[in-house]
């Protein structure tokens, strides 16, 4: 099986990434319109009108600006999702056409280590305000994550082995 190419195993992730991207882009969505209902019946409970509410229906409804808080850290983790997910589509259509080394893959796989350190700030800041709201009943041990850390790292090291075989590339390109 082939690694690079048209019907190689590359084209088929690359399949699966534009899924990937279509459900983001959905999920997205989703979590905006939830974001605007929680906003909208904090702010004024009569809109559900008719509906009796619960004690857990009340209480959400009290809390709506955290849920809506809640799901705009979500929106924002899956919007850093979406520029990781449309970067690897472009890497992986330049691995379909057989050309792994194109000078853009280098930005591209630098504006994935930036939104993978910047999910993993994300991630630390919507901790300290669901420690510090005291949002959380158990509190978990998720401090600093030595692995998403080093992933960061990695693929920095991809982009500039990446930039060295456009470089070496551009080279043959140019000897007789």
Do not use: C
Request: proline share 3%; glycine share 10%; no cysteine.
């Amino acid at each position: 099986m082939r690694a690079l190419g048209p019907g190689s195993v590359s084209s088929f992730l690359k399949i699966i990434l534009d899924v990937v991207y279509v459900a983001l882009w959905i999920g997205i969505g989703v979590v905006g319109v939830l974001m605007l209902a929680a906003l909208l019946l904090s702010f004024n409970p009569d809109l559900i009108g008719s509906l009796s509410l619960s004690a857990e229906g009340a209480s959400v409804v009290s809390r709506g600006p955290v849920l809506a808080g809640g799901l705009l850290a979500a929106a924002l983790y899956m919007a850093g999702l979406l520029v990781i997910v449309a970067r690897l589509r472009q890497i992986f259509a330049t691995l379909t056409a057989g050309d792994p080394f194109h000078p853009d893959n280098v930005l591209r796989l630098r504006v994935i280590g930036l939104a993978l350190g910047s999910l993993e700030l994300v991630r630390y800041a919507v901790r300290f305000a669901g420690d510090w709201l005291d949002l959380a009943q158990t509190k978990s041990s998720q401090g600093f994550s030595l692995t998403a850390w080093f992933s960061v790292l990695v693929v920095f090291v991809l982009a500039e082995v990446f930039r060295e075989g456009a470089r070496l590339r551009r080279e043959a390109e140019l000897t007789i």
